[in-house]
């Protein structure tokens, strides 16, 4: 089946950027998505990407998708210690069901 | 503003118990789902439902059941519960159109003794 894949730790220093990977097996996927879990919360969408984009601007967020390779990125420019959370990377394959990755921990450090 | 709900955010049960989680969202989505999220496992989606008395099974269904009766509530039902099924249980619902993107509640942290 579809499978999501993503590192599981990120460490960065404050102001530096961040960049979170993420790849996927389905050529189909129509919308690739990033939610943001802060902790004790739910998932929060921070943007998509439909498939034919590649690359999506959204203040401090930059998306970038390689469709020819499956691979999805996420980058935060001057990351703060606000932005540490998990990050998840989701792909959905033209259903309203998505595959979810595993998330990846983002740790911010003064 | 958009808004999912869920009925706790911490719970403690004891394995037998019959455990009832409920849902709700203001936004009239006709799809729910249910999630569990462990450590190093992600999200796995238990139950979804895509209208009203409407369920299909995720990817572990099994020890739970589902209820849909009304369009905005969608309760999940842990029939006899047991200590594998401590975790965080994540509701989220979504349009069955456009971006298909998922609306989440703040999670249910329960934990089975």
């Known amino acids: 089946g579809e499978d999501v894949e993503q590192s599981l730790f990120l460490s960065v220093r404050e102001g530096d950027s961040s960049v979170i990977n993420c790849t996927y097996t389905d050529s189909s996927s129509t919308y690739l998505y990033w939610y943001k879990q802060e902790p004790g919360a739910g998932l929060q969408l921070l943007t998509y990407?439909?498939?034919?984009?590649d690359m999506k601007q959204d203040q401090r967020l930059t998306v970038l998708l390689n469709k020819k390779d499956k691979h999805l990125s996420l980058r935060i420019a001057d990351t703060q210690t606000g932005d540490s959370a998990i990050y998840f990377c989701?792909?959905?394959?033209?259903?309203?069901?998505?595959?979810f990755g595993r998330g990846t921990s983002l740790i911010v450090h003064p | 503003d958009v808004k999912v709900t869920q009925s706790s955010r911490y719970l403690v049960k004891r394995t037998g118990e019959k455990v009832f989680l409920e849902c709700v969202q203001d936004m009239d989505h006709e799809n729910m789902f249910w999630y569990r999220q462990d450590p190093g496992l992600g999200l796995r989606l238990i139950y979804f439902?895509?209208?009203?008395?409407?369920?299909e099974k995720g990817d572990i269904p099994e020890g739970y059941s589902v209820s849909r009766e009304k369009k905005e509530r969608f309760s999940l039902i842990l029939e006899s519960a047991s200590t594998n099924q401590t975790s965080m249980y994540l509701c989220?619902?979504?349009?069955?159109?456009?971006?298909?993107?998922?609306?989440f509640g703040p999670g249910t942290r329960l934990t089975v003794t």
């Open positions: 990407i439909f498939s034919n984009m």
């Open positions: 989220a619902s979504s349009l069955p159109q456009g971006a298909y993107e998922q609306y």
């Open positions: 439902s895509y209208d009203v008395k409407m369920k």
């Open positions: 989701a792909e959905s394959g033209g259903s309203y069901i998505p595959t």
